[in-house]
């Protein structure tokens, strides 16, 4: 497929394409503060300190860079570095994101961890913040639990929080985790727990798995008769998911490219019509690809250093690029190749002046 790889100029179509509808879902989450969290969302990346401490205020104008570009925020994922971050670090971060005025509505932290007491505790702290969600990895050290362990856990957790306003989506990462989400543990939690079970996140990057879960849980699909949102880990799969009945995207990308992906979801989900639509949908997928392959390209020890790299060089702040050991950050040369790369398709964001 030949693709047109006049980048900025694209994206800007997309985005007048897109601006009304955008602007009326924004409206409509303000007004409905108890409506389900929808659409685009990053799983924010966390910038550190030289002493390895997170940084605060670069944290914060990030995430608010990202709700300008009416991208959500899932802070606290695997792009995060969460699990390589303690539970009071996840928990005083939120409480720095709060207490900066940053709309808890629009965010579905990660709180998943091995223990239950720390899921339980980081869970109801997002809670009690009135979060939209949070994102709930399975215990993943032991390898090869049974179903019913697994059950065992997530009832326990929904149990010991035990509050009305938990939302929990389950995410299921099999290349990271090994331990992964099954349709039938889907189906036994929205029994027992139809209000608390709210969805998923789907990162195991094989599409005919989350088709799986779209046919038995979401939309006029559902087997429980709950309302059940499957994001997809990748804007790759997108516009699939949507076509589907997904609910939207979680990507690690939507951190440097979170106005073209929104610009796709909305014009999935908007009503307006516009000359070939089912063409230009396909386009701004294609567009969405080539933007992926290149931070998840193998010339770079990890997308999230190449995804902190190129922050750090949009926002001429070298510091953004540091990561915490064990993952380490993009080479000299590997820069040079990932800059040259991003150049070639026209990429770029709007940063300078976002970082202290």
């Not at 897109?18 to 879902?25: I, K, P, S, V, Y």
């Not at 924004?26 to 910038?47: C, D, F, W, Y």
């Not at 094989?206 to 979401?218: C, M, P, S, V």
Request: proline content about 5%; some cysteine.
């Amino acid at each position: 497929m030949t693709v047109d790889l006049s980048y900025e100029a694209r994206v800007c179509r997309c985005e007048r394409v897109a601006a009304g509808t955008a602007a009326a879902r924004h409206a409509k989450m303000i007004q409905s503060p108890n409506e389900r969290i929808l659409g685009v969302l990053a799983p924010v990346v966390t910038p550190f300190k030289a002493d390895l401490a997170p940084d605060r205020e670069r944290f914060i104008k990030h995430c608010r860079w990202l709700l300008s570009q009416n991208c959500g925020l899932a802070p606290f994922g695997t792009t995060s570095e969460a699990n390589s971050m303690s539970s009071d670090e996840r928990m005083s971060l939120l409480d720095t994101l709060v207490a900066a005025g940053i709309d808890p509505s629009r965010m579905m932290p990660g709180t998943g961890c091995c223990s239950i007491t720390e899921t339980v505790t980081l869970t109801a702290h997002a809670v009690k913040h009135d979060c939209a969600g949070v994102l709930m990895l399975p215990p993943f050290y032991y390898k090869e639990v049974s179903e019913e362990g697994l059950y065992a856990y997530f009832s326990e957790v929904v149990q010991r929080v035990s509050d009305a306003r938990l939302r929990i989506y389950l995410y299921h990462i099999p290349p990271v985790a090994v331990v992964g989400i099954t349709p039938k543990l889907v189906e036994r939690l929205l029994k027992a727990y139809p209000s608390a079970i709210a969805g998923m996140k789907d990162s195991s990057g094989n599409w005919n798995n989350t088709k799986t879960f779209l046919d038995g849980f979401a939309g006029g699909s559902r087997q429980s008769g709950s309302d059940f949102d499957v994001f997809v880990g990748s804007e790759s799969f997108l516009l699939a998911n949507m076509r589907n009945g997904g609910a939207g995207t979680i990507s690690a990308t939507a951190n440097v490219n979170p106005a073209a992906i929104d610009a796709l979801y909305a014009a999935c989900v908007g009503e307006s019509k516009f000359e070939n639509r089912e063409s230009e949908l396909e386009h701004q997928q294609a567009r969405l690809n080539v933007v992926r392959e290149i931070f998840s390209s193998r010339n770079f020890p990890s997308i999230i250093g190449a995804i902190k790299q190129a922050i750090a060089i949009y926002a001429n702040d070298p510091e953004f690029a540091r990561v915490r050991p064990p993952l380490i950050e993009l080479t000299t040369e590997q820069t040079k190749l990932l800059t040259a790369e991003l150049q070639a398709i026209g990429f770029t964001m709007e940063l300078t002046g976002t970082a202290t």
